[in-house]
Nanobody, 125 residues
Framework: QVQLVESGGGLVQAGGSLRLSCAAS????????IAWFRQAPGKEREFVAA????????YYADSVKGRFTISRDIAKNTGYLQMDSLEPEDTAVYYC??????????????????WGQGTQVTVSS
C-alpha cells in the first residue's frame, strides 16, 4: 500500500509557473512508475506525464511537452511536476498516480493502482 498526497496547486496568471509535489508514504516507490493526470470541469481525466522511478525515462502528453517537466527525488520519496508557460487551458485538478507493478510507462488510467486526492491549478488569462 502507498498513500499519495499532492500539493503546490494554486492560482497563477497565464505564462506563470507552478511546481506540484506528490509525497508518497507507506512504502518506497522503488520500481514504480509515477504519473500525473488532470481533469478539467466537464472533461475526462487525461494523462499529463509519467516517469520511471528508477531511471530517467519520462513521457509527456503532446499538449504539455516542452512546458512541463516531471521529476522525482528518491531520497524524499516524492515526485514533482514543474509547470512553466502555463495557459488557461491547463486549468484542472491535477492528480498523481502510482503503478507499483511495472516499470513500463503508460497513459491509461487503469494502469495506475494508487491515486492522490488532487490539487487544483487555475490559470487566469
Amino acid at each position: 500500500q502507498v498513500q499519495l498526497v499532492e500539493s503546490g496547486g494554486g492560482l497563477v496568471q497565464a505564462g506563470g509557473s507552478l511546481r506540484l509535489s506528490c509525497a508518497a508514504s507507506g512504502r518506497t516507490l522503488s520500481s514504480a512508475v509515477i504519473a500525473w493526470f488532470r481533469q478539467a470541469p466537464g472533461k475526462e481525466r487525461e494523462f499529463v506525464a509519467a516517469i520511471n522511478w528508477n531511471s530517467p525515462y519520462t513521457y509527456y502528453a503532446d499538449s504539455v511537452k516542452g512546458r512541463f517537466t516531471i521529476s522525482r527525488d528518491i531520497a524524499k520519496n516524492t515526485g514533482y511536476l514543474q509547470m512553466d508557460s502555463l495557459e488557461p487551458e491547463d486549468t484542472a485538478v491535477y492528480y498523481c498516480a502510482a503503478d507499483l507493478g511495472t516499470r513500463r510507462l503508460g497513459v491509461r488510467l487503469s494502469k495506475y493502482d494508487y491515486w492522490g486526492q488532487g490539487t487544483q491549478v487555475t490559470v487566469s488569462s
